[in-house]
């Protein structure tokens, strides 16, 4: 294992989840939201900011996306899945 790098030893494979990702109204992709599969919250951000810098808005779980209301229909675009 190298410097730095932690593993956690889990029976069998993490399980994959999935996040809901919104755009900030400074974005071009403004109204839209990516879903991302992903391990953890954590993970899902990560790869948030590798597709698309810091112009997005808010992430949310499963639960949390479907409570919230927003002031315009999304547009969802294409999933992102951690490999």
Known sequence: MSQ????LCIEGEAKMNPY???????H?????????IATS???ARQLMFEEYG????????????EKARFCVPLRRLNSIKES
């Open 4 to 7: 730095g790098t932690r593993h």
């Open 20 to 26: 809901y990702f919104v755009f900030g109204s400074n």
């Open 28 to 36: 071009e992709q403004a109204g839209s939201y990516v879903k991302i």
């Open 41 to 43: 919250m954590i993970k």
């Open 54 to 65: 810091d112009k997005w808005d808010s992430g949310y779980t499963v639960e949390e996306f």
